[in-house]
């Protein structure tokens, strides 16, 4: 490392062959994978290694989707390449190469000591998650990606790969659209004298930066992940189906996914309004609390809110939704008494609601003894976040969970912008619908891939640690824009955040306006405009937050972008109901309110599954449009001539 000095400020510079950004699955893994392959002019670039997604979050039994290992399943690599190929707007080629790497991935993952459990025939066993029509689904427990994020890590350190910790990347340098570095805040110098400037000069960057987690008020991402899209998108990397989400139900005291056994359990939902009268209210809206009950059993298994289920169990979603955005009411799950439609035992539940209940020796009285029953470590995963569910209710919202668009990728996982690649949930690898644990895998497969080619395509060097013009006019530029935050405007960056995050929550998650998206976007359009002038920080110690809602308004500018084309075009689909004057009501045959009927949506249609969306920069914004998808590979591959063609595609490596 050497310092440079410009108008009093001191600029850090560092020579790296590759810099992976991020520490979760996906970082470690890349950085693990490529010194593995015999690079060692590498390092990783983190906000904090105990941040982000990967460690921070999971649900009630996080699930891992992978090819299946039983003895009775008749999987292959095709059917599970189709499988992740057929939730539409999905590439062909980065669904065979997810499918072919999920072996090896998994494997590595058992050998590093990951704990997936098998029989005592050593066989891991799965079971079904959601869209997924095999038993490939397997898990470690409610924290199966911090297990995994924690023993990758353990390799690196073995290792010895630089850890760069507490840096805050804020741009991605590209000269003729081929990266040439990163500017970062260095946390750990960060102070009224010293804005903490490092600049990155490498030939190559693996961003593992998570998902946008930032879009989102209602949100049950960590409060630690953040994400860092829109600097790849200003970048001039395009965006792929950035208007793919997955919502659900969540805890957000502390964000947790209440999926699977939360709901099985069959909770008493409450809602308090704001004079702080409480309610059971799930019951007014069907013709009998039974009906609720077995939506709510079912919400289990079909956790994301989905609009082809709007009329089944999504049902939920909608109330709750309309409870919290259109009623002003907290909304909780209480496992302490037994909700309406029980004071006479099971009977009159489903036959699939009682059978499930039976097996785990639940028929019993009382959502937090048929929790303890089903699932006992999901209750000790609160306890051990300071909520005793024996205790006190549990307030939930429908939060975002996963963002299934991304950065476009190719096959190896390179972005649009040469050098660039994007592994874990910063890529785009997802359409409308994936399995539930698929987005795990990803970020294994993902990383590898994007190492392997660094390493098969590349000989390994450092740049010259020299400013060349590229480089000195973005870094400049970075240190004029710091001047003008500091001169001091008029929002607070907290406001800021709050405001544009509330209006993307009501008008451009699970539920969408077409009017208010328009709205929206033009807010947005305003606020990236004058952003510099009139965003007010107190102290240079605010720029680290400064810079993130940066990133949050261009990456709000681009989603709207993708989210907008989508409705105008394909209505509602994945898990985006798009109003409408012109809409239909909500039907649900044991649906008793009209309260509801205000939900007037575009139904569902075929449109565009065989198409991705892409989004570019256009000067000022993004412009949103269709792209066919690249089909799905049928290989009929001849050894010797596959074994030739190997030997000449890894000849780079040592």
């Known amino acids: 490392m050497k310092f440079v000095e410009h108008d009093g400020q001191k600029i850090a510079i560092l020579s790296l062959d590759t810099l992976v950004i991020g520490s979760g699955c996906a970082g470690f893994n890349a950085a693990d994978t490529l010194y593995d392959l015999g690079r060692r002019q590498i390092g990783i670039l983190t906000e904090g290694v105990r941040m982000g997604t990967s460690r921070n979050t999971g649900s009630d039994k996080q699930t891992y989707y992978k090819l299946s290992l039983c003895s ?8 599970l390449a189709k499988n992740l190929f057929d939730g539409g707007s999905v590439n062909g080629d980065t669904a065979l190469a997810e499918a072919a790497g999920s072996l090896r991935s998994f494997m590595k993952l058992v050998n590093l000591g990951v704990p997936f459990p ?4 050593g066989e891991y066993v799965g079971y079904k998650t959601d869209h997924d029509p095999f038993r490939r689904a397997t898990s470690c427990g409610p924290l199966t990606s911090k297990i995994m994020t924690e023993k990758l890590e353990a390799s690196v350190m073995r290792k010895q790969i630089p850890i760069y910790d507490r840096m805050q990347a804020v741009r991605l340098i590209t000269e003729d659209h081929h990266i040439k570095g990163v500017l ?23 961003l593992a930066t998570g998902g946008p987690a930032i879009v989102y008020e209602a949100s049950v991402y960590p409060e630690s992940q953040t994400g860092m899209t829109g600097m790849a998108l200003e970048a001039g990397a395009d965006g792929c189906n950035l208007q793919e989400w997955q919502y ?40 009998t609390p039974e009906q609720a009950l077995d939506m709510v059993f079912l919400k289990g298994y079909q956790w994301p809110f989905d609009t082809s289920k709007i009329e089944g169990s999504s049902i939920i979603d909608l109330i709750v939704h309309h409870e919290v955005v259109d009623k002003g009411n907290r909304v909780f799950l209480d496992f302490r008494t037994d909700p309406a439609g029980l004071e006479n035992g099971f009977d009159r539940l489903s036959e699939e609601t009682r059978y499930y209940l039976q097996r785990c020796g639940a028929l019993v009285k009382t959502p937090i003894v048929r929790l303890a029953q089903i699932n006992r470590k999901a209750i000790d995963l609160y306890a051990a976040h300071g909520i ?65 080619h660094i390493a098969d395509t590349t000989v390994e060097s450092r740049p010259a640690e020299e400013w060349n013009d590229t480089v000195r006019r973005k870094t400049l530029e970075l240190l004029d824009q710091i001047r003008q935050l500091l001169d001091g405007g008029e929002q607070t960056v907290l406001c800021q ?45 605010e720029l680290p937050f400064a810079f993130k809602n940066r990133d949050m308004l261009s990456v709000q500018q681009a989603v709207l972008s993708a989210m907008r084309t989508a409705g105008e075009t394909c209505g509602s689909r994945g898990s985006a109901l ?19 009927s205000a939900y007037r949506y575009l139904p569902a249609g075929a449109a565009h ?15 949103s449009s269709f792209v066919p998808v690249r089909p799905l590979p049928k290989t009929d591959d001849w050894f010797e001539t596959v074994w030739s063609e190997y030997l000449e595609r890894i000849a780079y490596r040592k």
């Open 497 to 541: 955040r709050e405001d544009f995050q509330h209006q993307m929550t009501c008008q451009a998650a699970e539920i969408r306006s077409m009017d208010g998206m328009e709205r929206a976007a033009g807010k947005i359009g305003d606020a990236l405009a004058g952003f510099y002038r009139d965003t007010c920080l107190s102290s240079p110690l």
């Open 578 to 596: 798009v109003l409408s004057e012109k809409g239909k009501d909500v039907q649900f045959a044991g649906l008793d309110s009209e309260e509801l």
């Open 118 to 121: 098998t029989n005592r025939y």
């Open 388 to 452: 005793d569910l024996y205790r006190q209710p549990l307030e939930v919202s429908v939060c975002a969970q996963h963002n299934n668009g991304g950065l476009a990728v190719d096959l190896d996982w390179q972005t649009t912008v040469k050098g660039l690649y994007a592994a874990g949930e910063v890529a785009g690898t997802f359409g409308i619908a994936r399995p539930g644990g698929s987005a795990l895998n990803s970020t294994q497969v993902g990383s590898q891939r994007a190492a392997e």
């Open 72 to 79: 009775d399943a008749q999987d292959s690599v095709w059917l």
């Open 609 to 623: 599954r065989e198409d991705w969306m892409r989004t570019v920069r256009t000067g000022d914004g993004y412009t």
């Open 248 to 287: 659900g139900l969540a805890s957000i005291g502390f964000r947790w996914n209440v999926s699977g056994s939360y709901q099985q359990a069959l909770p008493r939902y409450i809602a308090v309004d704001r004079d702080g009268h409480e309610r059971e209210f799930l019951p007014e809206y069907f013709q």
């Open 184 to 206: 970062a805040i260095d946390l750990n110098r960060l102070s009224d004298t010293d804005w903490g400037v490092t600049l990155f000069l490498c030939n190559q960057v693996i």
